[in-house]
Every structure is written in structure tokens, then in C-alpha cells.
């Protein structure tokens, strides 16, 4: 058993440059056989590329590298990674390119030097929370490799040890920026001393006289209790070798931002913070584990609800431990800490033992934290590779392959879907920014509005006034706003379109009609037809016309009112059928014999038809259905009530129209409905639209006005037709 005195951690002086020789010693001991030619090589290749260059400090830039590449060493990475570390600012920095290191050093080392650059390159300039979080998930996208990851963690931990350096608001700026973004990535990745470090030194810059007051207190506090934390760690050895227990022990005062967080949380004093000694045994086995719980808890009064079993009922991020606070010796509350070798290996160095991020509010999304189900395997895994260039070569990942995290001009990030463009991007900002987009920049670079966005990407939308949205963009768009608002303005501008293009068919039409179209519409005359043809407005209908759905000609047959007969008898006439006269034994009209009868061609009245008789001088009366459009515009005074009156042998002819699909077979299954209702095809027209429909109009031939409903209804019912109604012969 060793015992351990563990202290808080400090913004360490001015030290000896580290030699490469002690970065080798390290990976020998936990790497049997390592390359060490290729940390050799990184090693020179480095010091010639940083030749000349020193740090603020004045030291050589290359004590950067080494010291970069000690701290992975200490995190037992593997060769590859330390090889990135001596080079990861040497494509940054020097002249040295990404190919040389690739020819040099191979894929996997460029691989990871490369995605340390593009994390360094870019600039973090909004601080919000969300942001701040959208920046991390962002960093963990372009880290397709989770060694990119720990080399740059590494960096920034070196960078804030030696921040002494710079200039006062340049220290505020990076530890504002390592708070925000590189602790809870550590915190991810399960890096628990570097995460506490990085805290620890963000806190000295951020707010310098609390942390100087805070230290001191701690500082005295730990001055009496180096005795007390001796005396603890003896009496848990005592009681490890008294049951035959093989373990270790480690006593600590809790680091100072964790402490600074819990006074400002519960609004306490220093000295009402009870539990700032920590102690922890390290065992061989499960059982043993829960074995030191009891003897803890016999030994020591425990203290209410503040015994956690993270063992049993591990946490989300797979931290496993026996967390208790028990009032010790002297009656002081400390804290145990009791888990296995296995435990603290992942609890203090796991490579993925944090994934989430407790600290934010916000959290992680349920759909993120299912990517990182995997990592739970590969905790697995791990605990069964001893070799960590088997381990680290293989762990790549790829958590948010389906996100892209792009930058605006002004440095907020924006979550966009994989194979986004510069479109989807205006669509995310505004609507308006998406429909006026006329070209872009990425990264500072005019590039097709089609190009796919990489994570990192700066991405700038010029805008034009006159530009509107075209149909090739939904060829690559691939957010659902950016479809849905193109869509919508497509459908505006046919529709747009369609009604003008309407509007000028029917005024030819009307003009060859002597009709004078505009001022019929602007009169309200249409809009009885629009609703008779179940549209919602005029427009709608003008539409319809438009898209060819309806014909000009048989609008305007409709629209208009007939002129009386007594006035313009030669108009009467053409809406009449002279051929066909009716018998008085067929019509019967009150009051009145031997008249001469007449159809009225506007409505096409049949035997069954409610129908009115409208008197004309000289020419008799004409029939009109009771419902016909015309007969509310005719003098009310020579209308009169007639009724069908016996039966005719002969067919009366009708017009209906039938929508239907445009599929093989609807024809046929009409043609056999009509067959079987022994309904005459006198003749027919078929046009096919746009939406698949065909407009089918058939003349038949029928007994009555039941006759002509009853095979309506029959051919309404067929799965292929849409709707069937009744036409004027007009």
C-alpha cells in the first residue's frame, strides 16, 4: 500500500524545458516495444521546423511541442498520438504543408495534426451558452478521429500553464474560451485531471482576487489538516490490513473552482464548507469494495443522504464508484471515495467516460445521447486491448455524421443537416435572406450555391432584391424549411401565373363573344360560378382556366345571363331547340292549352326535372329548368308553373362531365357503366392535365332526368373517377 497526499492545482513557474528523452522514458513504461523512430523523427522534424521561434515567454517554441507531447504521454496515448503532438503546430506555424507530413509520417499522423489545425484556425467569438455547446459539438464533428481531440486538450492545458505570458485581456479571452468550450470536452472525454486543471487555472485568470482569497484560506485550512489527512489515510490503511484488504489510499482538499462553485450555489463561507477533505481507496475486486463500505460505516457515523451507489446504479456517462460522508476523527465531515483499479483508471484517464455534459443546463439533446450509446461498448473493449496502439489506432468516431456546424460572418455557429448548402444556410437565417439569395462566399470564397458544407465552414449569403427562389434549388437543398418556403413560392408564382393567364384567355374569348370580360368580373358576376364549381374564389376558378381545366368558351356560356325573349327573340332562339317541340300531353301547364312548348338550351330540362315555363310573344312558352341560372334575370310576371305530364319512348340528349384518373382502364369501366345503363354515347372530348386527371365530357342520350342521375351516381362510385356532374348542352 502507498499513500499519496494529492494537492490543488497551480499555475506552475517557470520550468526546465523537457527533454525528448523523458517523453521516451514515459511511453516505455506503459508501451511494450514502442516505435520509438517514429517519435524520433517527429521529434527533429519539429525542432527544424520551429528553428528561430520562441515563445512570450522566451523559451524556445519548441519546449511547446515536447511539453504537448509529455502531457499525452502521461495520458498514455499511443505513438501515433505523440508524434501529433510534437507536430500539431508545425502545419499551423512553419512552412511545413500537410503532405510533407503525410509523405513523412504517414496517413494517421497527418490525419490527426491536420484536425488539430482546423480546430486552432478557427476563432470562437460568441460566448452564449448554447453556442458554446453548438461550438463543442462542432469541435467533436471535425474530430472524426478522438485523438485530434486529446492533442489539442493537451495543448490547451500547456498553453494555460504558461498564460502568465500574455497580456491581461488576452489571458481573460482564453480562459473565457477554455471554461466555455476545452473543460466540459475534457469532462467528455472522461479527462478528470486535466478537466480539474483547466478549471483551476480558468479560475485564476477570471477572477483573480477570488481565486487569490480562496487560496489562501485554502491554503492555511490545508496547512492544519496536512496532519488530519496523514492521520485519516493511516487509520484506512490500518483498517485495509487489519481484514486483509489489498489497497491503497489518497487524501486531497477538494480543487478551488469546485469549491468556489459550491459557495456560490448554496451561499456559503469558506467555513461552512464542511467536506473539503476527500479520500480515496482504491481496492482489487468488486467485493472488496463494498467490504470498505461497511467497515467505513462501522467506524464512522455516516452522514444522512449523502451516500451514493454508483456502482450498483452507475451514471449515464458509465462513472462507477462508492461515493459516502462520514463525520471522521475530531468530528470533522469527510468524503470517501471507494472503487476499484479498473474504476479509477476510467474515472481519472477514461478515454470517453464523461460524455455528458452535467455542467450545462441545456444538456445534450435524446437523439445525441443515442450516438454515443456505442461508446459503451468500446469501454469494453478496452478494458480487454492492454495494448494502447491497439486501442487508440481503432477509435475513431463519427457522432454527428448526419450535422453539419457552420459559422456566420459574425461567429455564431449554426447546426445544419449533412450535404447542407449555402441555400439551406440563408433559409436557417431568414426566410427573406433564403429567397433573395443570390450567391455566397465559404470561408471567403465565392463558391456554386449547390456546394456542400463542411464542418467550420464560414459561410457568407449575398443577397439581391430582384432574386427569387428557382426550382433547380430543390435539385440540392436539403432542409425541410428551405423545400417547404421554395415550394411555396413555386406554387404563389404558378398560381400567379395560371390566374393571369386565365384572365387573358377569357377576354379573347369575350372579345369574339362581344362580351367585355373585365367588366363582368369586376361587376361580381363571376362569383356565383366559382362557388356553382365548388372553388373558393374567383381566383381559384381563373386558375382553373388557366391550367386548362376548364375552357374559356364554356365559362363564358355560363357566366352570362340570356337575354327575354320579347326583346332580342333572335338571341332567345339560339337557346332554344325548334326541332323539338314538346306535345300539350307531355307538358302540362295550369290554366293554359294548345301552347306551343319549347326547350330552353341554356339548362337542358329532362322529363323528371323540376322545370317553370317562361311566356314569350308569339313563340309560345319556353321550358327552363326550376333551378336554371337564367330565370332569376327574366321578368318574374311572365314566368308561370308547369309540370311534366305522361311518358315519351324517345331519348332526350344530356352533357355530363367526369374527372377521373389518368390510369389504364377508367375509360373502359365508364364505357361499361354506361352500356349497362343503356345510355348512348352520342359524342365525347378527353383532356389530360398536369395533375394526372383527365376532364372526360360526354353527350349522351337518356329517358328522363332520373335516368341521367341514377347512371351519374353508378359512375361516381368507380375507385378511378373523382367527381361526375351535369353540363348544359350549350
Known amino acids: 500500500m502507498t499513500a499519496k497526499t494529492m494537492t490543488t492545482s497551480e499555475q506552475r513557474p517557470h520550468a526546465p524545458m523537457i527533454r525528448i528523452g523523458e517523453v521516451i522514458d514515459r511511453i516505455a513504461a506503459y508501451i511494450p516495444n514502442p516505435d520509438m523512430a517514429l517519435i524520433q523523427k517527429a521529434y527533429v522534424f519539429s525542432a527544424s521546423a520551429h528553428e528561430g521561434q520562441t515563445r512570450q515567454s522566451g523559451e524556445p517554441y519548441l519546449s511547446h511541442p515536447l511539453s504537448v507531447a509529455a502531457i499525452l504521454a502521461e495520458m498514455r496515448l499511443d505513438e501515433a498520438s505523440i508524434a501529433a503532438g510534437l507536430l500539431h503546430d508545425t502545419v499551423e506555424d512553419t512552412k511545413a504543408t500537410i503532405e510533407e507530413i503525410k509523405d513523412q509520417f504517414g496517413v494517421e499522423v497527418a490525419h490527426v495534426v491536420d484536425g488539430v489545425t482546423k480546430i486552432s484556425k478557427m476563432v470562437f467569438e460568441s460566448r452564449e451558452e448554447a453556442q458554446a455547446e453548438n461550438i463543442r459539438k462542432m469541435i467533436l464533428a471535425m474530430s472524426e478521429d478522438i485523438r485530434v481531440l486529446m492533442v489539442k486538450l493537451a495543448d490547451r492545458l500547456h498553453n494555460m500553464r504558461t498564460l502568465d505570458f500574455m497580456k491581461p485581456h488576452k489571458q481573460r479571452l482564453i480562459a473565457q474560451e477554455t471554461l466555455d468550450i476545452y473543460c466540459p470536452l475534457a469532462n467528455r472525454l472522461g479527462l478528470h485531471q486535466i478537466k480539474v486543471e483547466l478549471e483551476d487555472l480558468c479560475f485564476r485568470y477570471l477572477k483573480p482576487d477570488a481565486y487569490k482569497q480562496l487560496k489562501k484560506s485554502v491554503e492555511r485550512h490545508a496547512t492544519v489538516s496536512r496532519e488530519y489527512i496523514d492521520k485519516v489515510i493511516g487509520l484506512l490503511e490500518e483498517m485495509l490490513e487489519a481484514n486483509t484488504i489489498q489497497g491503497r489510499v489518497m487524501g486531497r482538499t477538494k480543487h478551488l473552482h469546485s469549491i468556489y462553485n459550491k459557495m456560490l450555489q448554496q451561499g456559503l463561507t469558506f467555513d461552512q464548507v464542511y467536506d473539503l477533505i476527500a479520500f480515496r481507496v482504491v481496492v482489487g475486486g468488486l467485493k472488496d469494495c463494498y467490504a470498505v463500505l461497511g467497515l467505513v460505516h462501522a467506524t464512522w457515523r455516516p452522514v444522512p443522504g449523502r451516500f451514493k451507489d454508483y456502482i450498483s446504479m452507475p451514471k449515464n456517462n458509465m462513472y462507477q464508484s462508492l461515493h459516502t460522508t462520514v463525520v471522521g476523527p475530531d468530528g470533522e465531515r469527510i468524503e470517501i471515495q471507494i472503487r476499484t483499479e479498473e474504476m479509477n483508471r476510467l474515472a481519472e484517464y477514461g478515454v470517453a467516460a464523461h460524455w455528458q455534459y452535467k455542467e450545462s443546463q441545456l444538456g445534450m439533446k435524446s437523439r445525441d445521447m443515442e450516438k454515443f450509446s456505442w461508446l459503451r461498448q468500446i469501454l469494453d473493449w478496452q478494458q480487454e486491448t492492454k495494448d494502447p496502439r491497439d486501442f487508440m489506432s481503432n477509435l475513431r468516431f463519427d457522432l454527428f455524421a448526419d450535422e453539419v456546424y457552420v459559422f456566420t460572418p459574425r461567429g455564431d455557429v449554426k447546426e445544419l443537416p449533412e450535404g447542407a448548402t449555402p441555400v439551406d444556410f440563408a433559409y436557417l437565417i431568414h426566410s427573406q435572406v433564403g429567397d433573395r439569395c443570390s450567391g455566397a462566399k465559404v470561408n471567403g470564397k465565392l463558391v456554386p450555391l449547390s456546394t456542400r458544407l463542411k464542418n467550420g465552414d464560414t459561410v457568407e449569403i449575398i443577397s439581391d432584391p430582384s432574386r427569387r427562389p428557382s426550382r433547380d434549388w430543390l435539385k440540392f437543398v436539403k432542409t425541410a424549411k428551405a423545400i417547404s418556403r421554395i415550394k411555396h413560392f413555386i406554387r404563389t408564382e404558378e398560381r400567379t401565373r395560371s390566374i393571369a393567364l386565365g384572365k387573358e384567355m377569357l377576354e379573347k374569348e369575350g372579345r369574339k363573344l362581344g362580351l367585355n370580360f373585365n367588366k363582368l368580373l369586376h361587376s361580381g358576376a363571376i362569383e356565383p360560378l366559382a362557388e356553382e364549381y365548388s372553388f373558393k374564389n374567383v381566383e381559384e376558378l381563373l386558375s382553373a382556366v388557366g391550367y386548362s381545366r376548364i375552357t374559356p368558351k364554356k365559362l363564358l356560356n355560363r357566366l352570362l345571363p340570356k337575354p327575354a325573349e320579347d326583346e332580342k327573340p333572335q338571341a332567345e332562339a339560339a337557346h332554344e331547340e325548334p326541332h323539338k317541340p314538346l306535345s300539350t300531353d307531355k307538358v302540362r301547364i295550369k290554366g293554359v292549352d294548345d301552347v306551343l ?134
Not at 658 to 673: E, H, S, T, W, Y
Not at 685 to 692: A, C, I, Q, V
Open 597 to 730: 312548348v319549347r326547350y330552353a338550351q341554356c339548362c337542358d330540362p329532362l322529363p323528371g326535372d323540376p322545370i317553370v315555363g317562361f311566356i314569350t310573344r308569339g313563340r309560345g312558352v319556353t321550358v327552363h329548368t326550376a333551378d336554371c341560372p337564367n330565370v332569376k334575370n327574366l321578368e318574374p310576371e311572365r314566368l308561370m308553373a308547369i309540370s311534366w305530364e305522361g311518358q315519351e319512348d324517345k331519348p332526350y340528349p344530356a352533357k355530363i362531365s367526369i374527372k377521373a384518373r389518368n390510369v389504364p382502364g377508367a375509360l373502359a369501366q365508364i364505357a361499361d357503366i354506361l352500356g349497362k345503363q343503356g345510355v348512348n354515347i352520342d359524342s365525347g372530348t378527353f383532356l389530360s392535365s398536369e395533375d394526372k386527371t383527365s376532364d372526360i365530357v360526354l353527350t349522351i342520350e337518356v329517358r328522363d332526368s332520373a335516368h341521367l342521375y341514377a347512371t351519374i351516381d353508378r359512375i361516381s362510385s368507380l375507385d378511378k373517377v373523382i367527381e361526375v356532374s351535369r353540363l348544359s348542352l350549350a
